[in-house]
């Protein structure tokens, strides 16, 4: 069974810093990207950042110089590090990776950013 772990959520400050650790586990094979997505109440589903296997990162525009995803595929393991964070970042954050057996989502951990 693969599991996708994901911790650090938590409620902070506008303005404050939260970072996000997923830890992969179970038989997956050759992954080829990992990466955050999140899901606000009333909103889709969207891709926060992701990275592939040959070192390719993406960010959504409304994270740039904010946010920072790095990771190691070979110990299944990605990071995101929150920086200046809003109020409209609070979401349920969910780790995702793609294998070559499979899809694969977290459950999702929760920010939130009040006052």
């Known amino acids: 069974q693969v599991q996708l772990v994901e911790s650090g959520g938590g409620l902070v400050q506008p303005g404050g810093s939260l970072r996000l650790s997923c830890a992969a586990s179970g038989s997956m094979f050759s992954i080829d990207v990992m990466g955050w997505y999140r899901q606000a109440p009333g909103k889709q589903r969207e891709l926060v950042a992701n990275i592939t296997s040959r070192g390719r990162i993406n960010y959504a525009d409304f994270v740039k110089g904010r946010f920072t995803i790095s990771g190691d595929m070979a110990k299944n393991t990605v990071y995101l590090q929150m920086n200046s964070l809003k109020p409209e970042d609070t979401a349920v954050y969910l780790c995702?990776?793609?294998?070559?057996?499979?899809?694969?989502w977290g459950k999702g951990t929760l920010v939130t950013v009040s006052s």
């Open positions: 995702h990776v793609g294998a070559a057996s499979g899809l694969y």
